[in-house]
């Protein structure tokens, strides 16, 4: 079995870090060394119109870019302090949006309302030992090329019709998926039984895709009032 894995991620995607936390368990159980890169879905989106974005929300599509700003700063301080800082990063910053109180009021737009808010990053920086002063990359649209190569390579890798998370095996040429779309983190043995089956399908030969279009909205606690709906929203 694979014992190296990179999981590309977006820190405004509810899927992906409901699947991250997963991967956290895991790795606290089997020996995996696990590599974090960003994943902007502003970027990988691009095809879906601006006003297909707002349909969903009037905040979908600042949400976007409140998740490409986190993960400029994550590349700023990866370029300064190296990959290592890249998976305490996610874990701050998705923390600052899926730690968050559930807001009042019904259906999903006053959690997307939450999710497009802006944040102060440099407490999160600052707690890791980093330079508060790398939030400032935030505004930094210098670094999107480095940030659209990741898409690109993650194409590559899996396709065009893909989403966040991608979890890619064995990298560089191993096989990677996008998923396993999840609502709730597994732990203990139900953590491991998933990772089983999803490294089994990874590498199955001609293994190409298992869906259900139907989505259970992941529970956190800024989604506590919506979880366990259904939704297509990814």
């Given at each position: 079995?694979?014992?190296?894995?990179?999981?590309?991620?977006?820190?405004?995607?509810?899927?992906?870090?409901?699947?991250?936390?997963?991967?956290?368990?895991?790795?606290?159980?089997?020996?995996?060394?696990?590599?974090?890169?960003?994943?902007?879905?502003?970027?990988?989106?691009?095809?879906i119109?601006?006003?297909?974005?707002?349909q969903?929300?009037?905040?979908?599509?600042?949400?976007?870019?409140?998740?490409?700003?986190?993960?400029?700063?994550?590349?700023?301080?990866?370029?300064?302090?190296?990959p290592?800082?890249?998976?305490?990063?996610?874990?701050?910053?998705g923390?600052?949006?899926?730690?968050?109180?559930?807001?009042?009021g019904?259906?999903?737009?006053?959690?997307?309302?939450?999710?497009?808010?802006r944040?102060d990053?440099?407490?999160?920086?600052?707690?890791?030992?980093?330079?508060?002063?790398?939030?400032?990359?935030?505004?930094?649209t210098?670094?999107?090329?480095?940030?659209?190569?990741n898409?690109?390579?993650v194409r590559?890798?899996?396709?065009?019709?893909?989403?966040?998370p991608?979890?890619?095996?064995?990298p560089?040429?191993?096989?990677?998926?996008?998923?396993?779309?999840?609502?709730?983190?597994?732990?203990?043995?139900?953590?491991?039984?998933?990772?089983?089956?999803?490294?089994?399908?990874?590498?199955w030969?001609?293994?190409?895709e298992?869906?259900?279009?139907?989505r259970?909205?992941?529970?956190?606690?800024?989604?506590?009032?919506?979880?366990?709906g259904?939704?297509?929203?990814?």
């Open positions: 079995m694979s014992d190296e894995l990179e999981f590309f991620f977006d820190p405004i995607c509810p899927f992906c870090w409901v699947t991250s936390r997963w991967v956290v368990e895991v790795g606290r159980q089997r020996e995996i060394a696990v590599s974090w890169r960003p994943l902007p879905l502003a970027i990988l989106n691009e095809g119109s601006y006003e297909e974005r707002r969903v929300s009037e905040a979908y599509p600042e949400s976007h870019q409140r998740g490409l700003e986190m993960l400029r700063v994550i590349d700023a301080a990866v370029e300064k302090h190296g290592e800082v890249a998976g305490d990063l996610y874990t701050g910053f923390e600052l949006v899926w730690e968050t109180p559930a807001p009042d019904e259906g999903f737009d006053p959690v997307m309302q939450v999710m497009a808010r944040r990053l440099r407490p999160v920086l600052e707690r890791f030992g980093l330079d508060p002063a790398l939030a400032d990359a935030a505004s930094d210098s670094r999107d090329p480095g940030l659209r190569k898409v690109d390579e590559a890798r899996c396709g065009d019709d893909v989403g966040t991608i979890l890619s095996f064995t560089p040429d191993g096989p990677a998926l996008f998923g396993p779309v999840i609502d709730t983190v597994p732990f203990g043995d139900d953590a491991l039984r998933l990772w089983d089956a999803t490294y089994t399908l990874a590498t030969p001609g293994f190409a298992l869906k259900r279009g139907l259970s909205f992941p529970d956190t606690p800024l989604t506590a009032r919506i979880a366990h259904e939704t297509t929203v990814r």
